[in-house]
């Protein structure tokens, strides 16, 4: 049986935007009873039926909507617990009244994340499979989706089950050693749980050396437009966007912050920054604003660093793509230390649809996977797989057993962490089906 929350909460699931329907969800352990005070008989479990809503008050029955009731008895529910949904009409009017009659029937609004929260502690999801949930409803592109929709269906999650269920059994196979040293185990068992250990290693090393692509996915891959003045940055910029996003001038300097239009390149989420122009300057806020362009170059994924015929820049951006701009007006380099020009004409629209192509093929280069296996999505993800490891690296550092068990312990606790799953029972469970122990 999972925790049920002492409160009954509700929420209105759809938003406040003007829409035809409105959802109103509820959980908790009063959901059924106030689901017949506003309704009337409990509808068949998960069947959509028509009923109109009535509030009680006063010994007079106030008709508020007429609505789609489905009613979701716990456990097999979102939470976990009992809860409903009720599919009103959307008017502002409506929604605030069904909440107030929610609110004299005892429940109330819900925290944010709650159900998400109860759902994890009722045991319907770990937290990785919790964060995938908060990823989708976030989504903005066709990448986000897939990537959250498999994290929410636990594709994540297997991968960390999966090692912790082999550090279970190699934990067993530790603690037959320690506590039955004088038991007929078989003298491979020692190197068996070496093997173990050095696959493991192997495994999340090769998972945590992704370079943060699920990251990228999920936050979106950034750009940093960078160059010196009156090359053309602002221009470009302004056809990224297919607006004009940037104040584009002959003024040397006219851009003195940083400018940021969100868009999509190959199906992937991009931030293109649009930087002040790099030269030495005495003037106070320009040189601030070559400050943050510096800041901006060292943060960025990719950095596309621009300069206009015929003034070829001194030195190229490590990993930049180069640009070179005004084609029409001067030829251009094949290359600048090695680095490969694009060349293009953002006066006339030459070399752009290359640029284009480039560019998404950047991107996805940045957030393909290498591995096959699902990408990390989180630096808590990251960072617990790192903690795993390093534990098991100390493992096998170690000839004493139990300093050995006590580093596989902890590696099994760090990957606990990450699902939210840490108990002692399971490896119990473990430890007693392997062996006929007491025999």
């Known amino acids: 049986m999972g925790y049920q929350g002492e409160d009954t909460i509700f929420a209105l699931s759809t938003g406040m935007e003007r829409a035809a329907i409105a959802v109103m969800r509820v959980s908790g352990k009063a959901s059924a009873d106030l689901l017949v005070k506003l309704c009337g008989p409990l509808p068949p479990p998960r069947k959509a039926v028509l009923r109109r809503v009535w509030q009680q008050a ?6 508020l909507d007429e609505a789609l009731v489905l009613w979701f008895p716990g456990p097999k ?3 976990g617990e009992d809860g409903f949904e009720l599919h009103l009409h959307a008017g502002p009017a409506i929604i605030q009244a069904v909440a107030h009659a929610f609110v ?3 429940a109330r609004p819900a925290e944010p994340g709650e159900f998400t929260r109860r759902a994890f502690t009722n045991g319907r999801m770990d937290l990785v499979e919790a964060e995938g949930i908060a990823d989708l409803v976030a989504a903005e592109t066709e990448s986000q989706r897939r990537q959250a929709l498999a994290q929410a269906d636990g594709a994540l999650s297997r991968v960390y089950e999966g090692w912790a269920e082999r550090l279970k059994k190699l934990l067993a196979f530790q603690e037959a050693l320690i506590d039955f040293p004088d038991e007929d185990l078989p003298p491979e068992v020692e190197e068996e749980i070496r093997a173990g250990i050095r696959q493991l290693i192997e495994q999340m090393q090769h998972h945590i050396a992704d370079g943060q692509r699920g990251e990228r996915i999920r936050r979106g891959v950034v750009f940093a437009i960078t160059g010196p003045p009156n090359a053309g940055k602002s221009s470009l910029l302004n056809w990224l966007a297919e607006r004009d996003a940037a104040i584009v001038s002959p003024i040397a300097g006219t851009t003195r912050d940083a400018l940021e239009i969100v868009g999509s390149l190959a199906g992937i989420k991009v931030t293109f920054v649009d930087t002040a122009g790099l030269r030495e300057t005495s003037d106070e806020i320009e040189a601030e604003g070559v ?12 950095v596309v660093q621009m300069f206009a015929a015929p003034h070829v820049p001194q030195s190229v951006f490590p990993n930049a793509l180069l640009v070179g701009n005004k084609l029409d007006l001067a030829p251009l380099p094949a290359e600048v230390e090695g680095v490969e020009v694009i060349p293009v004409s953002l006066k006339n629209g030459q070399g752009l649809d290359t640029l284009r192509q480039i560019l998404e093929r950047r991107v996805q280069a940045l957030t393909a996977s290498s591995t096959g ?3 990390l999505t989180r630096a808590r993800h990251s960072a617990g797989v790192q903690e795993a490891c390093a534990n098991l690296q100390e493992a096998l550092r170690q000839d004493w057993p139990e300093v050995r068990g006590e580093e596989l312990r902890l590696a099994m606790r760090a990957l606990g962490r990450l699902t939210g799953h840490v108990g002692v029972e399971e490896l119990l469970d ?3 089906g392997q062996f006929c122990i007491g025999k």
């Open 77 to 79: 529910s979102y939470t």
């Open 58 to 63: 006063d010994r007079q029955d106030t008709l």
């Open 104 to 106: 004299m029937g005892g």
């Open 291 to 302: 400050r943050r362009a510096l800041f901006h170059v060292k943060q960025a994924d990719c």
């Open 373 to 375: 296996m699902p990408l």
């Open 430 to 432: 473990a430890i007693f």
